[in-house]
């Protein structure tokens, strides 16, 4: 039987185990998933398989920069809770595959996951996540990387572990690039400037603002320069150039970049969980499902 992507995905899913894993645990089994599941159990992946269904959505934000700041990389791993978030062994684990990450220049999970965890080493990194899932008891997760190579240089910040920020820029003194990252760390811009932000989000953005400029019961007129005006109050919000420096209020980041002879040429931003859903318990609701089952 060929052994799909569809196929290949669908084993993931149920198992949370990696791409290659799971294609030579099909090839094995010519693609009968349960006969695979089963032999992975088996293997010791067992218990990696069983958390593999739970939410991950704590975790931690890890960068690492070259030395000539050409090269730089961000990473996301994921765990359950907090408490494991500050254990040794995940941030350990965090930190030591996104150096592998810089240094083989990877750029995406699939091949993170395949590499060697050390050079001249057998194990991968996911034998290891695998590990870190039976010690640890949670589900593990590495969620998302981003490489980056520069224009300029590339400078971090980060904040806590939960978020991550790199910024790829030109000029200005030397604390300049740090002190973008930490101001995209804390505005949190959507792009750089106006002309890079994505139509469907000004066009999402324009119909709230016309339905709301419309229930204030103005004249047509007035309601089309109160639906401009809040657009324009929305760019300059989520705009990096046109929003006010962090360590200055009262200047803009533009103004800054032109008194520096500076510019940014990109970004990116991580922060832990973001997009991911998380589930909530209702611990009433619960009580009274168990005691409704108790007394029925």
Do not use: W
């Not at 998933?33 to 958390?51: P, V, W, Y």
């Not at 589900?139 to 790829?168: F, K, M, T």
């Not at 040429?265 to 609701?285: A, L, M, P």
Request: proline share 2%.
């Amino acid at each position: 039987m060929a052994i799909t992507a569809t196929l290949v995905k669908t084993l993931r899913e149920r198992t949370g185990a990696g791409m290659m894993e799971c294609k030579k645990a099909l090839t094995e089994t010519d693609g009968d998933i349960e006969a695979a599941i089963e032999n992975m159990r088996k293997s010791g992946q067992a218990k990696a398989a069983k958390k593999a269904g739970r939410i991950a959505a704590d975790g931690v934000i890890t960068q690492a920069i070259s030395d000539d700041q050409q090269r730089g990389v961000l990473l996301e791993v994921n765990c359950e809770t907090d408490f494991v978030a500050k254990d040794a062994n995940f941030t350990s684990f965090a930190h030591t595959i996104t150096q592998r990450a810089l240094q083989t220049g990877v750029t995406d999970v699939e091949q993170l996951m395949a590499l060697p965890l050390h050079d001249g080493e057998d194990t991968t990194v996911e034998v290891t996540r695998q590990a870190l899932v039976a010690k640890l008891g949670e589900n593990l997760q590495v969620r998302r990387i981003a490489q980056h190579q520069a224009s300029g240089s590339l400078a971090g910040y980060q904040h806590g572990v939960r978020i991550g920020v790199l910024v790829d820029y030109s000029g200005g003194e030397t604390t300049l690039g740090k002190d973008l990252a930490m101001h995209v760390a804390a505005s949190n811009p959507l792009c750089i400037s106006e002309d890079q932000v994505p139509s469907s989000v000004l066009d999402k953005e324009r119909e709230i603002a016309t339905a709301q400029a419309e229930s204030s019961g103005k004249p047509a007129n007035i309601v089309g320069k109160m639906v401009e005006g809040r657009l324009r109050k929305y760019l300059a919000e989520i705009t990096l150039l046109s929003q006010a420096f962090i360590k200055e209020p009262g200047t803009s980041v533009t103004k800054l970049l032109k008194q520096q002879q500076a510019s940014v040429h990109s970004f990116t931003r991580f922060e832990v969980g973001e997009g991911i859903q998380k589930k909530t318990e209702n611990f009433h609701d619960e009580v009274m499902a168990q005691a409704a089952a108790v007394n029925g």
